[in-house]
């Protein structure tokens, strides 16, 4: 079945640097990736919304500055946590929708960041 | 505000017995409900989905109903078993959304004993 993937699947960083966490399907392609962030014992709370060849749409609340989101190709797209401080510590996770416009997500494995 | 409820407190059963889990939300017109399975550390694997003009679905073990006048749905396991033991999260998405944008309730633990 469809797989997604994401790398790495932990990082721990210092204070001020950037991250960069890759999300890809696998044997299929996705037009259209979601990014969640999810802190402990809560829910997965949408980020934004990662378009191929466009501009990625951002959630209400979330800087678009701070984490760049880049889908460059069908079955890559990228999230890059800048200048991180220990309140990003979270779990991130992606997804990709089964078809075009599918109702049914498939989710990658998620990251799980630590900003010391 | 648009919610979406579940029970926070973890439903403890014995192997063998059926898990009843919880969706409620309010302010919300959802063309469909999703239940999805969390493990710890681990990204949701879908499992069911229902649509607003369909009572119950099943799948093996599981079963869904969906009750658009109570706003709830019911998520079932039958013949309980301790692999089942899981968080178990319930999605909505909104009607006519476009795309496949999901927002997640928080999700109930479920612990199954052998």
């Known amino acids: 079945g469809a797989v997604v993937s994401q790398h790495p699947s932990r990082v721990i960083c210092k204070s001020g640097t950037s991250v960069k966490i890759e999300c890809r399907s696998l044997?299929?392609?996705?037009?259209?990736m979601f990014w969640y962030r999810q802190f402990p014992k809560q829910s997965l709370m949408l980020m934004a919304t990662s378009n191929e060849g466009s501009k990625a749409t951002y959630e209400q609340g979330v800087e678009k500055d701070k984490f760049l989101i880049n889908h460059a190709s069908l079955t890559l797209s990228t999230l890059t946590v800048t200048s991180a401080h220990p309140e990003d510590s979270s779990f991130y996770i992606c997804?990709?929708?089964?078809?075009?416009?599918?109702?049914?997500?498939?989710f990658g494995p998620g990251t799980r960041l630590t900003v010391l | 505000s648009q919610k979406i409820e579940q029970n926070s407190e973890a439903l403890n059963i014995q192997e063998g017995k059926t898990a009843t889990l919880t969706c409620n939300y309010t302010n919300y017109s959802p063309a469909y409900l999703q239940w999805y399975r969390q493990d710890p550390g681990r990204g949701p694997v879908f499992l069911l989905l229902?649509?607003?003009?369909?009572k119950e679905k099943r799948k093996e073990r599981l079963k869904v109903t969906f009750d658009t006048t109570l706003k709830q749905s019911l998520f079932h396991i039958t013949a309980s078993q301790p692999a089942d033991s899981a968080t178990y999260l319930c999605?909505?998405?909104?009607?006519?959304?476009?795309?496949?944008?999901?927002?997640f309730g928080k999700g109930t633990m479920l612990l199954v004993s052998p």
């Open positions: 999605a909505l998405s909104p009607e006519n959304s476009g795309y496949s944008t999901l927002t």
């Open positions: 044997d299929f392609q996705a037009t259209t």
């Open positions: 997804s990709a929708p089964r078809a075009t416009g599918g109702d049914t997500q498939y």
């Open positions: 229902i649509r607003e003009n369909e």
